[in-house]
């Protein structure tokens, strides 16, 4: 006679290891797989930290992604310990070795006590907003999420912030500071595309907010109307995840650097003039940083601004939008970003040309690490107009 | 002869050429040539003792040259010599 399916469970259940909650609590952390084989909308609720979530159904076919030593202890649960048990089944018939069902599950787990993750879960709005993401699988719903969490700070809502801000908040980046003290002019809507005639007077920051918020309306837009300087750099840009320099002076790139450094937050920096652009991320110790490109800063002869020379209206667009580019890509650690690198875009030739940036051992800033500054230095910056005086 | 590419914003020192092509055997002397020809470069590329404003990058290939020997980095007929000055538009 066939035995009943609770039967069958118990036979199964006398064939394999199981663990309890309370020794796999123990096991947490310590390179032990645990697999959470229930179904999403049971998952949704909550499940052990660092689980890997395979339904029971896809256990088969997915197990080799999620654990593809056989060696590797692996402890399965579901929400009593009745599947689980027949996936330990499945998984020592599939060579996995050392394999337990945990018992009780995860409902016993949790009456325990011990600590679990719930999952936060895109709303149907946001999964069809950024759906065109999820189906990237670099990016997927986790890499969403991340950009949602991300806090980003734009240096400057002129040529280069316009389309970063654009592209930023259409990509759901749930965090974007924006610092400018300017109003909108005139002249600056031959390539300041977030800002419009009608807004002409208005400030940058207010505009930029605007059309950000228009394109998507989840984006919290944090403004900062005026000007960074030494005695307010290290609050705002302190907790950003990112920065974005489009600023269009030397001495507040040198300033942004020395801050960042010692905030060890990633700079994605541009700058252009006439017909090019250059580009490179600076990541404080893990590549150089801005001083270790460009020791000093060049006499005014040799640098000209965009006011002064003019700018190809499309060309900040360009270079802003491989700024986003590489923004995204930080926050969601995907490829390999432009750290070490630079990359100079010559419009008129239409050339890309990229060259290599090494840190140097003697960098005034990223040879130290920051906490051998002491406060009182932090606190206190050069006086970069002066130094940059004949730059400007 | 190695191939100067030249900045924009030396490019009026250069009668308006991107590239300009200079001899020499290493980096300073292509530079020194390139200052020959074209003498309102000197000043922008060189400081009074000779080297190299600190302010300007040179790049042989893709690579810096403070990191390979300076201006005493040799320079063979395909190499490509990169005057790189920072830029601060944005």
Redesign the interface.
Known sequence: MSPSGAEYIRKIKSEIAEVDPTDAHELVGNGVAFVDVRESDEVARGHVPGAALIPRGFLESRIDGAVPDRSQHVVLYCASGQRSALAAKTLEELGYENVESMTGGFTLWKDRGFEFDVPRNLSAEQRERYSRHMLVPEIGPEGQQKLLDAKVLLL?A????SPTALYLSAAGVGTIGIVDDDVVDLSNLQRQVIHTTDRIGTPKVDSAQATMNAINPDVNVVKYETRLDSSNIMEIIEGYDVIV??????PT?YLLNDASVRLKIPVVS???????G?LSVFAPYEGPCYRC???????A??????GANG?LGVL?GTMGLLQATEVVKLIVGAGEPLIGR?L?Y?A??ATF??????RDPDCPICSREPDEISDDEMGVFPDYDAFCAA?G | MAVVRIPPVLRASTGGAKEVDAGGDNVGDVLRSLAQTHPDTEAQLFAERGELNRYVNVYLNDEDVRVLDGLDTPVGGSDVLVILPAMAGG
Do not use: M
């Not at chain 1, 490109?293 to 006499?299: A, E, Q």
């Open positions: 400057g002129g040529g280069l912030g320099d489009g600023v269009d002076n030397f790139r541009a700058s252009i003039l006439g017909f090019d250059q490109l460009y020791p000093v800063p060049p006499p002869e040799l640098a000209p601004s965009c700018v900040p630079l100079l010559e008129l030739g040309t990229e060259l290599k940036v090494r730059a």
